[in-house]
Nanobody, 124 residues
């Protein structure tokens, strides 16, 4: 069982930045893949970014790749999502998730453990 604790969400003005953190329990974090998803009100959960155990990354779209950066610090069992140039349409609950086979999957169904979510609100 892996527990994930997210932090770093909040209210920010358009153009601002936030860094989300996702701390994982257990000793095998370095072998896991980690993904970030978001869900806006009235919308389905969507893939944002992911990082494999190798450090390889993937992003939903080119526009997110230019503004968001996914990373990990295996020494402290923590993954990060750095979000810059935030826009009102980035407003959502953001979730981190662990994929125990180490892949950076875009598919939510392939993730095994999920964080509780953290609210990100971007005002115009």
């Amino acid at each position: 069982q892996v527990q994930l604790v997210e932090s770093g969400g909040g209210l920010v003005q358009a153009g601002g930045s936030l860094r989300l953190s996702c701390a994982a329990s257990g000793r095998a974090f370095s072998s896991y893949g980690m993904g970030w998803f978001r869900q806006a009100p009235g919308k389905e959960r969507e893939f944002v970014a992911a990082i494999a155990w190798t450090g390889g990354t993937t992003y939903n779209t080119d526009s997110l790749k230019g503004r968001f950066t996914v990373s990990r610090a295996n020494a402290v069992n923590t993954g990060y999502l750095q979000m810059n140039s935030l826009k009102p349409e980035d407003t959502a609950v953001y979730y981190c998730a662990i994929e125990v086979q180490g892949r950076a999957s875009r598919l939510s169904r392939e993730y095994d453990y999920w964080g509780q979510g953290t609210q990100v609100t971007v005002s115009s």
